[in-house]
Nanobody, 121 residues
Framework: QVQLVESGGGSVQAGGSLRLSCTAS????????MGWFRQAPGKERGGITFIDSDGTTSYADSVKGRFTISQDNAKNTLYLQMNSLKPEDTAMYYC???????????????WGQGTQVTVSS
């Protein structure tokens, strides 16, 4: 049973930083691609950054240069460092893992429960 547990969300003022963590269990960590998705109220869930099993990363234009995805294989943990946060980054953030990646996109098979990020102006 694959389990993903996020932590690190919260409230911050615009321009601030947060780091999200996602601890994975129940599978061979390195065989999966992983990523972060987010969903704002009234909007669809969308992927913002992914990391493949070989460490290759990709970013949506909206977060490029501000967010950094990384992983600690020894701890089976995925991170999302978010800097220069904007009010439009306010959303529920989800960690995901998948078996298939293509064109820098990870097709998620498993999801975490989500962690809320709120950025005030």
């Amino acid at each position: 049973q694959v389990q993903l547990v996020e932590s690190g969300g919260g409230s911050v003022q615009a321009g601030g930083s947060l780091r999200l963590s996602c601890t994975a269990s129940g599978y061979t960590y390195r065989t999966y691609c992983m990523g972060w998705f987010r969903q704002a109220p009234g909007k669809e869930r969308g992927g913002i950054t992914f990391i493949d099993s070989d460490g290759t990363t990709s970013y949506a234009d909206s977060v490029k240069g501000r967010f950094t995805i990384s992983q600690d294989n020894a701890k089976n943990t995925l991170y999302l460092q978010m800097n220069s946060l904007k009010p439009e980054d306010t959303a529920m953030y989800y960690c995901a893992a998948g078996l298939i990646s293509s064109g820098g996109y990870c097709y998620a098979n498993y999801w975490g429960q989500g962690t809320q990020v709120t950025v005030s102006s």
